[in-house]
RNA sequence: GGCCUGUUGGUGAAAUGGUUAACACAUCGCCCUCUCAAGGCGACAUUCAUGGGUUCAAAUCCCAUACAGGUCACCA
């Protein structure tokens, strides 16, 4: 019997060869220096920001070498896939604006020449490579039980030996096709395992585009490379899969740096280029005294939906994760204000090598900095349709009063040093909510009344002062020619020379009447609000004000 | 336990052998101001996990130790 007849029995069924897998997948023609790479996930749940981190900063080298990202699902642990999974990856990660150049659209369908895209429909290729390393005696099948590797655990484990299939422990590696034969004649279930042609004693240099040269021992492990339901595992596919889509830059998160020598050798062993990984710290998230990674399972509020609720922009995740990956990239950003973020070029070589802390305030801070650059008429359009989905009654209030919310939310926003005030979405009714007479009218905001209140002052405002035709400098001189009236100092510097002489100063007299108007003590520029209010709510604001 | 990676302020971090260790967030002051949000200015690491060594000179190079993380599946 052949070797080719051989590995026929082996794995029966396969439609095409190695080789004629690798001119079905044409090498790609890209200009110089164009990265191709991918976003590989199981679809085994939600997205979280681990996720979009990656995908985010695999989608900008892509896009910045004019290269190809594409997606790819992992979904050959068919234990752990979950209905719908690819579904509520491709939208979550397309709510980012995170594109795909090719790869899986859904559960069925793919987009590309190098699909299909979805492992579970790659069998026969993974199939067509495993029957060639049997084909040159690199694989075999393994019959162990699962009773035999556990024995053989315990045994290393009493040795203190490392713990693995190699050397003496990988008991069917010089198994006779005979042999072999006979036991899959009796019905006896195997698996295809690699093996390996490393020395643990040996040292093989690997070259990791963010962290540089790494040094491991060489892999003797004989892995498994076809599970017993003929589909592969995670390393064997990551050969096959990224040779065959001809991606050139492995961008994965460095949980897979110490399986780093297996893929390695597996690429060495087929004579095929090695792909440039590049090694990505994960996002870590300190819980009481420890750091650990952020977990999918343990940290729910991580999920992106978490900041879609939140109302958080999107446009602002990215800027953090940028700033986060390459850290010169938030200088870069401040220097360049009138370019979009999109434009900055990240490098491998910035990429920080220790995993960061997800920091929330700062993602805020970013949040807050990114709205306060946006146009009234997109902060309008884009709280609206937040609201649509989350706030149905603060809908109604901004499509009713379209024109006039546009106005609010353009208080102190097209000037030099635009407000700073609104750090997402949801906190938008919060802060503006007063000026709808709907939401200030059942307004329980609680402001503690002061001495110095005085409805005198407002009454006599209102009728005797107020002109909605003044401009902003005439406003003012005239509340601070009222102010001696009724016991103000016109001036702060007057009022703070000689306080025990007044009941406060101007500034005191425009807390009564922003009081009165919003009920709270802080708010954005009072004459904008007293303007956009209108005389006539301004004044049945000042009536209904008890005091 | 083996292997691998990492360790600069509360947080993210810069600095790739050479003056007082950038910058940003947070915090705290002061200024400006009709209140806020901002903005301006200033404070905040005698020190870069620890201990040795190399050097005229080290956060930066070397060694050891400690700590943290990852990984050792027919999961990815």
Redesign the pocket.
């Known amino acids: 019997m052949t070797k080719k007849e051989y590995a026929d029995i082996l794995l029966p069924g396969v439609k095409h060869t190695k080789e004629e897998y690798e001119t079905i997948y044409k090498e790609r023609n890209l200009p110089e220096g164009a990265i191709v790479t991918r976003f ?3 679809p085994t749940g939600f997205v979280h920001m681990g996720h979009l981190f990656t995908s985010f900063v695999a989608n900008r080298f892509a896009r910045q070498t004019n290269g190809i990202c594409l997606l790819r699902i ?1 979904d ?2 068919t ?2 896939t979950v209905e719908n999974g690819v579904k509520q990856i491709i939208k979550d990660v397309n709510d980012y604006g995170i594109k795909f150049d090719e790869g899986a659209i859904s559960e069925t369908e793919n987009d590309g020449e190098y699909g299909p895209y979805i492992q579970s429909e790659r069998k026969d290729q993974y199939q067509a490579f495993a029957k060639h390393l049997i084909e040159h005696d690199l694989a075999y099948p ?1 019959f ?3 009773e035999e ?1 556990e024995e053989i ?1 315990k045994i290393q484990e009493s040795k ?1 030996e ?4 190699y050397g003496k422990y990988a008991k069917y590696r010089d198994i006779t096709m005979e042999n072999a034969i006979e036991r899959i004649n009796n019905g006896e ?3 295809i395992r690699f093996k390996s042609p490393g020395n643990f004693e040996n040292k093989v240099i690997a070259e990791d585009a963010v ?2 040269e ?4 060489e892999n003797d ?1 004989d ?2 490379i076809i ?3 003929g ?5 064997f ?1 990551h050969l096959v899969d990224d040779h065959l889509m001809r991606v050139t830059h492995i961008i994965r998160t ?6 780093l020598p297996i893929h390695i050798q597996l690429f060495d062993t087929f004579g095929f280029k090695r792909p440039i990984y590049a090694h990505l ?1 994960p996002l ?1 998230k ?1 819980e009481g005294n ?4 952020l977990s999918k399972r343990k940290d729910p509020e991580l999920a992106v939906s978490y900041y879609h609720e939140e109302g958080i922009p999107t446009e602002a995740v990215k800027i953090y994760i940028l ?2 990956i390459n ?2 990239f ?2 870069w950003f ?1 220097s360049n204000k009138d370019k979009d973020f999109l434009d900055f070029e990240l490098s491998f ?2 990429v ?6 997800f ?1 929330l ?2 993602l805020k ?1 970013i949040s ?1 900095n990114y709205l ?1 650059t946006i146009s009234a008429k997109e902060l309008y359009e884009r709280t609206l349709s937040y609201s649509q989905e989350f706030d149905n009654e603060f809908y109604d209030l901004l499509t009713k009063y379209k024109d006039y919310s546009i106005n609010v939310l353009n208080i ?1 926003r097209e000037v030099e ?5 609104i750090e997402s979405f949801s906190s938008v009714k919060k802060e503006i909510g007063y000026m709808y007479d709907e939401l200030f009218e059942k307004d329980e905001t609680q402001f503690e009344y002061k001495d110095f209140y005085d409805k005198d002052l407002l009454t006599y405002y209102i009728d005797n002062v107020y002109d909605e035709s003044d401009d ?1 400098n005439t406003w ?1 001189n005239k509340i601070k020619e009222m102010c001696p009236k009724f016991g103000f100092a016109s001036e ?1 510097k007057e009022y703070k020379k000689n306080p025990d002489n007044f009941k406060g ?3 005191q007299a ?2 009564i009447i ?1 009081v009165a108007v919003t009920h709270r ?7 904008e609000i007293l303007k956009l209010l209108g005389k006539d709510r301004i004044k049945s604001r000042i009536e209904k004000f008890n005091i």
């Open positions: 590989a996930p199981s992992e050959t642990d234990k752990r393994c162990m039980t699962e590797s655990r203190k490392r713990l693995g299939i279930k195997y698996i962290r540089g790494l040094e491991f021992p492990q892995i498994v599970k017993q339901d589909l592969p595992t995670y390393h596919a460095d949980e897979w740096l110490s399986s710290s870590t300190k420890t750091v650990r990674k700033t986060i850290s010169n938030e200088e401040d070589d910035k920080s090598t220790s995993g960061s802390l920091d305030e700062k801070n807050k306060s102190e040093r635009p407000r700073k005030d902003k003012f702060t100063s101007v500034a425009c807390e922003r003590t802080m708010t954005p520029d009072l004459y």
